[in-house]
Nanobody
Framework: QVQLVESGGGLVQAGGSLRLSCAASGRTFSRYAMGWFRQAPGKEREFVVG????????YYADSVKGRFTISRDNVKNTVYLQINSLNAEDTAVYYC???????????????WGKGTLVTVSS
């Protein structure tokens, strides 16, 4: 069992940056691939970015390449999402998820956090 708690969301102006964190409980964090998903108002939840168990492989949605960076610290049991050049389309609840396999599919993730809201003002 893994419990995930996101933090770092908030209100930011367009063009600004945020760093989201996701802290995981338990001693098995390094066994999980991690991912960030987001759900904008009135839209389906979508994949944003993922990272392998060791952190040596990352994969991004095309819409965020070059602006979003995922990283993880397996000692601190934390995964991070650095978001730069924010725009209004990035407004969403951002969810952290853990899965046994590295996948872009939300159905492949086993554990979810409750999310953190990012609001971008223009």
């Amino acid at each position: 069992q893994v419990q995930l708690v996101e933090s770092g969301g908030g209100l930011v102006q367009a063009g600004g940056s945020l760093r989201l964190s996701c802290a995981a409980s338990g001693r098995t964090f390094s066994r999980y691939a991690m991912g960030w998903f987001r759900q904008a108002p009135g839209k389906e939840r979508e994949f944003v970015v993922g990272i392998s168990r060791s952190g040596d492989s990352t994969y991004y949605a095309d819409s965020v390449k070059g602006r979003f960076t995922i990283s993880r610290d397996n000692v601190k049991n934390t995964v991070y999402l650095q978001i730069n050049s924010l725009n209004a389309e990035d407004t969403a609840v951002y969810y952290c998820a853990a899965g046994w396999i590295a996948t872009r599919s939300q159905y492949g993730m086993n554990y979810w956090g409750k999310g953190t809201l990012v609001t971008v003002s223009s």
